[in-house]
């Protein structure tokens, strides 16, 4: 297990100086050939023929090294824990990320919760009630959950209750530690629209994998041997059900923290997403830079930690 798990770590780094290079080389290499770099963002359109202000700025940014330097002080800072300072308000974009990210963490966990708390069971119900009409209500319930867009119910929620109710999402945030009434109001409604999409997935899959298991052979012969049906229910069969989920979970759990992004501007939450996308608006470097290694470091921590889990959840899982 120890040595699995140092494999992965290693897989993991390499991962990481893989996205590294390839965030660098589209951001300083094929986006400015497209579009231009920051310096000509910054710089208006009076400015435009200014080369000695250009020049100056390129220096004051490091921008007129040559390209491998640029990148070999990148990883030097990274390897010091500095993701740098912002090209535009000088702020460190690690205490920008150390502030936004608990945001967007809450905002894809709550919606996580919510998906699993509303398809596991669901999924559990729909396989025990194969083919009867509680199977085709929550099938029906899975096909239109997965169908319809959850940022576009956000917006419709949002349009409906400030015609109807008067309400809107509040124009200025409050974090849990200043008012946690609140902060549950304005992250609650948000994190549970997240989850409505994906747990149509979930159930459809929870589904699937109960009713496999239960007609596999040991889920007989414990119902032979007279166990009531909760016991082998929980204690058999959902346990070797909630693999394939796990996975899910693992491999879905950077994508609904990195996709909030949406919700966040819907719901003016200031988190990674909306950082995110502000930045590249003016091409930003060390924000996007910041940001994105800290998108895929979460990525790679979640993959190790769902293939660690194997073995807790199956113990005919083993690593040599």
């Known amino acids: 297990m120890g040595k699995y798990i140092l494999r992965r770590l290693l897989l993991g ?96 966990l709550i919606g996580l919760g919510a998906t699993i708390i509303v398809a596991v069971p669901m999924g559990i119900v729909a396989a025990l009630k194969q083919d009867r009409w509680p199977d085709y209500l929550l099938r029906g319930y899975a096909v239109g959950s997965s169908s319809v867009p959850s940022f576009w119910i956000a917006i419709v929620i949002i349009t409906f209750a400030s015609l109807w109710w008067r309400w809107a999402p509040p124009l200025e945030f409050t974090y849990l530690h200043e008012n946690p009434i609140q902060h549950i109001k304005i992250m609650i409604l948000p994190g549970l629209i997240i989850g409505l999409t994906p747990s149509g997935s979930f159930l459809r899959i929870m589904r699937g994998q109960m009713l496999e298991v239960l007609r596999q052979d040991y889920v007989r012969t414990a119902r032979a041997k007279g166990l009531s049906e909760t016991t082998v229910l929980y204690r058999h069969a959902l346990r070797n059900g909630l693999i394939p989920i796990v996975t899910i979970i693992g491999l879905i759990l950077p994508n609904v923290i990195a996709g909030t992004v949406l919700f966040e501007i819907i719901f003016l939450l200031p988190g990674m997403g909306r950082y995110l996308v502000e930045s590249l608006r003016f091409l930003d470097y060390p924000v996007i830079q910041g940001t994105n290694i800290v998108f895929a470091l979460i990525i790679v921590a979640s993959n190790l930690m769902v293939d660690v889990s194997y073995a807790w959840i199956d113990p005919r899982i083993r690593y040599s």
């Open 13 to 108: 780094l390499v991962t990481i100086w893989l996205v590294t290079v390839i965030l660098f080389t589209g951001l300083r290499i094929v986006v400015p050939a497209v579009v231009g770099d920051v310096v000509d963002i910054m710089i208006d359109e009076s400015a435009k023929d200014d080369t000695e202000l250009a020049d100056r700025l390129r220096a004051e940014f490091g921008l007129n090294k040559a390209i491998h330097k640029q990148y070999f002080d990148w990883i030097g800072q990274l390897l010091r824990g500095d993701l740098g300072e912002s090209l535009f308000n000088g702020r460190p974009v690690s205490k920008e990320i150390q502030d936004r990210l608990p945001v967007s963490l809450e905002l894809g």
